[in-house]
T-cell receptor, first 111, second 113 residues
Framework: GESVGLHLPTLSVQEGDNSIINCAYSNSASDYFIWYKQESGKGPQFIIDIRSNMDKRQGQRVTVLLNKTVKHLSLQIAATQPGDSAVYFCAEGGGADGLTFGKGTHLIIQP | SAVISQKPSRDICQRGTSLTIQCQVDSQVTMMFWYRQQPGQSLTLIATANQGSEATYESGFVIDKFPISRPNLTFSTLTVSNMSPEDSSIYLC??????????FGQGTRLTVV
């Protein structure tokens, strides 16, 4: 993991709007990427994953985009709901060496 | 998916003492890992718990401080030894199969006073 400051970046969106959370990863050799959601007092919860041979993958209300050229990953959440409020982490790796987590983004849904 | 249970969920410990955290998975898994998450920060990998052999530690983490056991494919422990206030953190167990999503326990919130 990376060394980060005490305060996570915050993204505030209106309920019902779409949100986009971005992540830059460091290892160009990584071939597996995951987005996790972490609510207060809980462990990270798997949202969606993508392998390096893809550039887009869709789930229920979520889409992950992978740009290997610039080592960038994004998570799009459609029609955000209050229950989407949480901290979102991207992670790379997933093999025998464990996961390297990004800094995290705190998503706040405004009513 | 795998369900991961950690015990204790939280504890307050005196400096200089040790705490052992248990992680139980409801199915056999190849990979088990331990992470630390300091308040307001991201997760940092401590070590890979290897079944039947010594754990593999990341840079900055050593076996004397964080001894790990993994006696079988469903269970692991992490001990935080000779604790100081700087060890106050959330400790998370993770498990899964290679190159697939890793599942997490709910974490152990440790406060050292």
């Amino acid at each position: 993991g990376e060394s980060v400051g005490l305060h996570l970046p915050t993204l505030s969106v209106q309920e019902g709007d779409n949100s986009i959370i971005n992540c830059a990863y460091s290892n160009s050799a990584s071939d597996y990427f995951i987005w996790y959601k972490q609510e207060s007092g809980k462990g990270p919860q798997f949202i969606i994953d993508i392998r390096s041979n893809m550039d887009k993958r869709q789930g229920q209300r979520v889409t992950v985009l992978l740009n290997k050229t610039v080592k960038h990953l994004s998570l799009q959440i459609a029609a955000t709901q209050p229950g989407d409020s949480a901290v979102y982490f991207c992670a790379e790796g997933g093999g025998a060496d464990g996961l390297t987590f990004g800094k995290g983004t705190h998503l706040i849904i405004q009513p | 998916s795998a369900v991961i249970s950690q015990k204790p969920s939280r504890d307050i410990c005196q400096r200089g003492t040790s705490l052992t955290i248990q992680c139980q998975v409801d199915s056999q898994v190849t990979m088990m890992f331990w992470y630390r998450q300091q308040p307001g920060q991201s997760l940092t990998l401590i070590a890979t718990a290897n079944q039947g052999s010594e754990a593999t530690y990341e840079s900055g983490f050593v076996i004397d401080k964080f001894p790990i056991s993994r006696p079988n494919l469903t269970f692991s422990t992490l001990t935080v030894s000779n604790m100081s206030p700087e060890d106050s953190s959330i400790y998370l167990c993770s498990a899964g199969q290679p190159a697939t999503e890793a599942f997490f326990g709910q974490g152990t919130r440790l406060t050292v006073v």
